[in-house]
């Protein structure tokens, strides 16, 4: 394929607010992760403009959607740009590649609805990737060369990965006054488009798998499935966040706390799990103000359920404990020793907090915020109070249990390998980076395998309880110096999961 294609451009004027709006869909081979995609384009004024495009939906490893779309208002010195010449640019690893029409740009005219791109005789029309959380109904709008003799458009659908199939038939709108999905758009059909639109009953499913075909009389059935990759629109995956604050003994401790929840909003992170966690001693009776816990949850834009418990004296100043922020809601939550120790004046006093938290679409989770001993120091007790602790939690109402937090052993030591012939957790972010080395780990058990974990410095985890109905889908490491800024002695780490 071409390093870059426009796929089709779409110029309309909305006479509710007087503007004219221009998208371009693009499809780019996927040469580096650094790259730049643009659209230039001049309206009749003769001034050119940059639209930058972004990132829409991945296809597969090798190809990508990227979108362009942006809205010019009619003003008292300000025309609608009119008919419309552009290009599309891509720029990736000191090469440039373009899709100007073989130099002589492409053009399409003011209000006239879609233009397909050449050779594009079957297109899906302004598909979105995410399905927002109320949404019930995802439409899809097909673009179809009219030449065709169109028949029947239909779009084969299932919310289950194939093991269930539905199919909706589209109908043919012969403008888009008549749509329910499109813009206010008078000629579809000035570049030889017809537009067809299905609306698929959806319901509560996390993700839907599309197909598009189109039975035609001069070339029999056209199909659509997004190069063999299938359309597949997808709700907000579960996004968890694990924590070490260092309690307190951070420079510009403050702005490091600002700087965590930015973060969390940024990322829209729904579950934190936080381990040192501090606030003044004050005689043993604490200072709720000075929680670092508390701070960081009144600093997002809207504060979450928050969990928390302290264990013991830290740095002879601060009671230190764990936390849990959710932003969805926090059904109970439970706070137990899990060490031999419970004297708050040792280090050794280790304290763990649950939050079982609702998240829609994934059922009840318990979320476990951990910092246990050392191995020399009373790991191997403390773990195992803490497995019995959740075994106990767990039943068929629970969807999943997660163990996170600081664990103080290092991947492939004496404390992980004990986790792991536990074979009841599992280690999610050396599931979502290492699927090799996972396999090797954690399903055939091969011998000698810490020594594939020798440059892993990791004693930060998420282990998932087997039989949990979850799946990590990504993980990274944050509060890196090149992501969100060090924060902490300890990286950040995150994980998005998905439900099965």
């Known amino acids: 394929m071409n390093k870059i294609k426009l796929l089709y451009a779409r110029n309309i004027i909305s006479r509710k607010s007087a503007q004219q709006e221009l998208s371009f869909l693009l499809l780019v081979h996927n040469l580096a992760f650094e790259k730049t995609v643009e659209v230039r384009w001049a309206g009749e004024d003769g001034v050119w403009h940059s639209l930058p495009a972004a990132h829409h939906a991945a296809i597969d490893g090798t190809k990508e959607y990227w979108l362009a779309t942006t809205a010019v208002a009619l003003g008292e010195d300000r025309q609608l740009p009119g008919n419309v010449e552009f290009a599309v ?29 050449a050779g594009c005789a079957l297109l899906n029309v302004g598909f979105e990737p995410r399905l927002d959380e109320p949404q019930r109904l995802l439409p899809v709008v097909v673009a179809v060369d009219s030449g ?60 839907v798998r599309y197909r598009i075909s189109c039975e035609t009389r001069q070339q029999g059935v056209l199909r ?15 996004t ?53 816990a508390r701070i960081i949850n009144e600093r997002l834009a809207a504060p979450y359920q928050l969990v928390t418990d302290w264990s013991h004296l830290g740095f002879e100043r601060y009671r230190e404990g764990v936390a849990v922020l959710s932003r969805h809601p926090v059904e109970s939550h439970r706070a137990r020793y899990v060490s031999r120790s419970t004297d708050p004046y040792s280090i050794h006093s280790r304290k763990v907090v649950m939050a079982r938290v609702r998240v829609p679409r994934f059922g009840l989770l318990n979320v476990f915020s951990s910092h246990l001993s050392w191995w ?10 803490l497995r019995r602790w959740a075994g106990e939690e767990a039943g068929d109402g629970i969807a999943a249990s997660m163990l996170c937090g600081d664990f103080n052993i290092k991947a492939g030591s004496l404390g992980y390998q004990l986790v792991v012939e536990s074979r009841e957790y599992r280690d999610q972010y050396l599931a979502a980076t290492s699927p090799r080395v996972f396999g090797k780990v954690f399903e055939a058990g091969e011998p000698g395998w810490p020594q594939d974990l020798d440059d892993d410095q990791r004693i930060d985890y998420v282990f998932l309880r087997q039989g949990s109905r979850l799946r990590v889908t990504s993980a990274r490491s944050v509060f890196t110096d090149h992501d969100y800024g060090r924060v902490s002695d300890h990286l950040g780490y995150l994980m998005t999961f998905e439900p099965t």
């Not at 020399?376 to 109070?385: K, L, P, S, T």
Request: proline share 2%.
């Open 89 to 117: 640019r891509y720029r990736v690893g000191g090469g440039e590649y373009w899709d100007n029409n073989d130099g002589a740009n492409h053009r399409i005219q003011a209000d006239s609805g879609i233009m397909p791109g």
């Open 224 to 238: 659509d499935d997004a190069f063999g990759r299938d359309y597949v629109v997808e709700r907000r995956p579960l």
């Open 376 to 385: 020399e120091d009373g790991f191997a007790e403390q773990f195992g109070n």
């Open 240 to 292: 968890l966040m694990i924590l070490n604050l260092h309690c307190c003994q951070e420079e510009e401790q403050d702005r490091k706390l600002s700087q965590i929840a930015r973060a969390i909003d940024e990322l829209g992170v729904d579950i934190v799990c936080l381990q040192e966690v501090a606030e003044l001693w004050n005689e043993g009776r604490g200072d709720w103000q000075t929680n670092t």
């Open 148 to 207: 065709l003799g169109v028949r029947r458009v239909s779009i084969e659908w299932t919310t289950d990965d194939w093991r269930s199939t539905q199919q909706s038939n589209a109908r043919y709108r012969r403008n888009y006054w008549d749509s329910e999905f499109l813009s206010n758009a008078r000629n579809p059909n000035h570049y030889g488009c017809q537009v067809w639109q299905a609306g698929l009953r959806v319901g509560d499913a996390f993700r």
